[in-house]
């Protein structure tokens, strides 16, 4: 199965690293739930924290693409040569997480500011 694959290469922060260093790209990976070198304190701190709103064994590669042009949409988008709702979206995608700090992998298309985002 290609996404349980690509479950496994996300993992590798390693590879991600040197993916960023390599591209001058900012690629954010999704918040994990268990990793086996966490202190007991952060265990705990997992505990009370609010969870994201995905799961990592649901971020297809299509997913992972979108959320990093989310993420560089300053590099990657002219604003003066905008052609596609994509690039309207993926600019303002990454505008809301500077702004108001929802995670990349929670912003969808069909999602609403004041419902979902909590934002009035």
């Known amino acids: 199965n290609e ?16 993916i960023e260093h390599q591209t001058g790209l900012i690629i954010p990976l999704p918040d994990w739930d268990a990793k086996a070198d966490k202190s007991f304190m952060m265990k705990v ?11 990592l064994k649901t971020v297809s590669f299509d997913r992972f693409a979108e959320v990093v042009c989310f ?8 604003p003066i040569r ?21 995670s990349f992998y929670e912003i969808f298309l069909e999602k609403s500011f004041t419902r979902d985002f909590g934002v009035d």
């Open 3 to 18: 996404d349980f694959i690509f479950t496994i290469f996300l993992s590798d922060h390693v590879v991600w690293q040197r």
């Open 45 to 55: 701190l997992d505990k009370i924290s609010v969870k994201p709103d995905y799961d």
């Open 71 to 78: 993420a560089n949409y300053l590099a990657l988008i002219d």
């Open 82 to 102: 905008i052609e596609t709702k994509y690039e309207v979206f993926d600019a303002t995608a990454g505008i809301i997480e500077d702004t108001v700090g929802v």
